[in-house]
């Protein structure tokens, strides 16, 4: 993630949802690797299609979890350094469940 501090933005809401500015780099590397695993599926479709091999297939699916978990690993990243900072920071002692929940889901 690069140095540039957003903080000050962090995690604002909108309303309806909660918001975070992520830098430029960060957005495209995780938009890359969605798009990626976006033509895995497609391709794991085309598979079943095909009625290609079981094991094949698997594999494949194995594959695109795998990448999906990449994905929530460098959003979890982003999430603690900033968002969950600077709640500690600011004597938010209920970001730790909240923390604890996504690690049990992630």
Known sequence: MSEKNISDKCCQCDGKYKKIPRDE???KNLLVRLNRVGGQIEGIKKMVDDNRYCADILIQLSACKSALES????????????????????????????????????
């Open 25 to 27: 780099e960060t957005k």
């Open 71 to 106: 994905v929530g690993y460098i959003l979890m990243e982003n999430h603690l350094e900033t968002c969950v900072s600077d709640e500690i920071k600011n004597g938010n002692q209920k970001i730790t469940k909240e923390v604890i929940e996504l690690i049990k889901k992630l």
